[in-house]
């Protein structure tokens, strides 16, 4: 698979590479794909260990001309962690987890500890993550560099707001610590600046204390958006998760319908076994679905179903089965409830050849509800329905180049063909345009498609001056790039 | 979008920082055509080292340091396309041009061993087999016949790399030639002197 024709490739470094310099050995290079499989490229792969294996790779870096783009677990749907014909540096080996305080839940790890490997750390303690992404294949220094959020998002805000500090290794090979207090504005744009001012060589974390390994579920269906919009404002005071599921092939008056899963904590007291609920072997997926299907045989049992009318029958069958049995109460593991994404093992694979794209536009709830039906039926129109839709609310913060509003996301899968390939650029130029006019704003962990142009636009010229400007500060030879860096700021 | 780069295939010491270079510019790699060759005039008695060399260097060795780059990069990428312009005088040793023959005959195993090596690893290898061309080479051959020009050459081989063909003849009667040639018995293809 060769770079899809909408993700322009602006190679070469712009330390100006002279032709004396060094070669990289062939033997590191490897094909990196874009999580949703629709961009791949070669590269150069390190895998450094430790902080000083980590500087060899960036002095080798300079000398051979090259830039460095950095990959955590490698789940950002689009080429955040990609960097064509470069060195990437794969941090996943880096993952010790350097301290750990189970009185004040206060946690210090290094950048390739991934989601799993945190909660299972923790939750016997009594703690867990404050912020769980979909899937826990994610690493915590890609999740601090992506600002990623969970089904909380608008009560815990994103990760960022749980990190007390970290330590940013500067391409001069220079360590600096950073909080709010200390280098406070590296520390607000290093966190979401999607690794391009330095490499997070530790961070320092606050769990969120549990009192049993169970949440509280709710799940139900809703009509449509206006009803499901209705749910997540009457609930979220009193929800710690909500997360609604969208069945964007239904149409006319049932656009927008779908199911709502919320889940709170338990309260002391209320688990009467909490030291067997929040025993890591108590949290597990399964090993089969329903009792019988092996979940990694699963994604094949997908594939004749990512299609339009493959997909409408199961979201309408999945809709009837939910609205028919009304309103369901259930306690579920942490785990159960977090990483769905995890449930079908490679489920990308049914995407495949073409692979994935997703589009997750935030916005302000003032406009969310027009824009997101605009949305919706602009895809239904444009013959592009997408496959996985899920609504989630949000908050603002505080971080440089922040992605969050008082407001909603959709999150929006689409399959890439060959076929439809130009029709979904042209159709998230489209979208695009409705964002921007609601006031939304993009998420860099998920983007594929955002021009210069739009990123500004939502961004705002002051603000991406003032990240050049850290970034001229931090990294002054430019040694830090990736294909998504070039593509929007390039 | 067209990058040229001045180089002599003979420096095969630069060659791993040039493909390194080039790959990098052109933000990849999909396909690779070694073209590269030489063809001096030698006389039927001649056996002139410096000749022979020169044609062993461009013609063989070149391809060999070149290609291998491409081979392990391919081979790591499980994809690509590597595409090299042999000749009909490898199919046979003539009398005319004893190390001519060898190298493209060279060329042809290496190319064949290479196709052995990567298929398994997703990667293409062509063999292109050309007659007479209407190029600058022509100027030492004594009798040519079924000339075509280079556009039409050229045309028949961007086909056989849109086909992914593996051994290729252009035009493509010479294939004919070729088996003809490669099957007649050595005990009268010594008596012969083509």
Redesign the interface.
């Known amino acids: 698979m060769t770079d899809v024709n909408y993700i322009p490739s602006k190679q070469g470094a712009r330390h100006n590479p002279a032709r004396t310099m060094i070669e990289l050995p062939a033997e590191h290079l490897e094909r990196l794909s874009s999580w949703g499989g629709v961009a791949s490229g070669m590269s150069y792969v390190f895998r450094p260990s430790t902080p000083d294996s980590l500087h060899e790779v960036l002095l080798l870096a300079r000398r051979s001309g090259r830039t460095v783009g950095l990959r955590g677990g490698g789940n950002s749907y689009g080429d955040a962690a990609t960097n064509n014909e470069n060195i990437v540096v794969d941090l996943r080996r880096m993952k010790r987890i350097l301290d750990w305080n189970p009185a004040t839940g206060r946690i210090r790890v290094e950048p390739g500890v991934t989601l799993s490997d945190l909660w299972q750390y923790i939750i016997e303690d009594g703690w867990w993550p404050p912020v769980a992404t979909g899937t826990s294949y994610t690493t915590m220094g890609g999740s601090a560099a992506m600002n990623v959020h969970g089904k909380n998002a608008f009560k815990a805000g994103p990760i960022g707001d749980h990190i007390i500090e970290f330590d940013l290794m500067l391409t001069s090979g220079e360590t600096i610590t950073c909080s709010r207090e200390e280098n406070s504005d590296v520390f607000h744009a290093a966190i979401g600046g999607f690794g391009m001012l330095g490499i997070f060589t530790s961070i320092t974390m606050q769990m969120k204390r549990i009192y049993s390994g169970l949440l509280e579920v709710e799940t139900c269906t809703r009509a449509d958006l206006s009803e499901m919009f209705g749910y997540f404002n009457q609930h979220a005071s009193e929800s710690d998760y909500i997360v609604g599921w969208i069945d964007s092939l239904a149409g006319g008056k049932s656009i927008g319908r779908g199911d709502v899963h919320r889940a709170n904590y338990l309260a002391p007291g209320m688990d009467p076994h909490p030291a067997q609920t929040l025993r890591t072997e108590n949290q597990h997926l399964g090993p089969n679905l329903f009792g019988v299907l092996p979940r990694s045989v699963m994604w094949l049992l997908m594939r004749p179903m990512v299609r339009n009318a493959g997909m409408k029958v199961v979201n309408k069958g999945k809709y009837l089965a939910g609205s028919f049995s009304g309103v369901k109460k259930y306690q579920q593991p942490h785990v159960q409830f977090h990483f769905l994404l995890d449930y079908i093992p490679d489920w990308k694979k049914a995407y495949e050849p073409g692979g994935l794209i997703q589009y997750q536009p935030f916005i302000p709830k003032e406009t969310a509800y027009d824009a997101f039906s605009e949305i919706l039926s602009l895809c239904r129109r444009r013959g592009l329905p997408n496959y996985l839709t899920v609504l989630k609310r949000h908050r603002p913060d505080d971080f440089l180049m922040s992605y969050a509003v008082d407001g909603f996301s959709m999150a929006m899968d689409f399959r890439v063909t060959d076929e439809n390939r130009q029709r979904v650029v042209w159709l998230a130029r489209e979208l695009d345009d409705i964002v921007i006019g609601a006031g939304g704003r993009f998420y860099f962990a998920k983007d594929s498609t955002l021009r210069p142009e739009t990123a500004e636009a939502f961004l705002g010229e002051e603000r991406i001056t003032r990240f050049r400007e850290l970034k001229r500060r931090c990294d002054p030879d430019g040694i830090l790039e990736t294909d998504l860096w070039r593509r929007v700021f390039g | 979008m067209v990058l040229p780069y001045v180089h002599d295939v003979t420096e095969h010491e630069q060659v791993?920082?040039l493909f390194?270079?080039i790959?990098?510019?052109?933000?990849?790699?999909?396909l690779i055509i070694y073209v590269a060759a030489v063809q001096p005039p030698v006389a039927l008695h001649e056996y002139n080292f410096e000749k022979d060399e020169a044609m062993l260097r461009t013609n063989l060795l070149g391809a060999v340091a070149w290609l291998n780059?491409a081979a392990?990069?391919f081979e790591?990428?499980?994809?690509g396309h590597i595409v090299g312009i042999s000749s009909i005088a490898g199919d046979r040793g003539r009398v005319g041009s004893p190390v001519y023959n060898t190298s493209k005959a060279g060329l042809n195993t290496y190319l064949e061993a290479l196709r052995n090596r990567l298929t398994r690893f997703g990667v293409t290898v062509t063999t292109i087999k050309p007659g007479f061309i209407d190029t600058e080479l022509l100027k030492n051959a004594p009798k040519t016949f079924w000339v075509i020009s280079p556009d039409e050459a050229a045309a028949q081989v961007y086909a056989a790399i849109r086909r992914r063909s593996q051994v290729v003849y252009v035009p493509p009667r010479w294939r004919l030639v070729g088996l003809i040639v490669r099957s007649i018995p050595s005990s009268i293809f010594r008596r012969l002197n083509f």
């Not at chain 2, 790959?23 to 999909?30: A, F, K, N, V």
């Not at chain 2, 790591?76 to 994809?79: E, G, I, L, P, V």
């Open positions: 791993p920082i390194d270079q790959t990098r510019d052109l933000g990849g790699l999909d780059q392990l990069r790591q990428a499980r994809s």
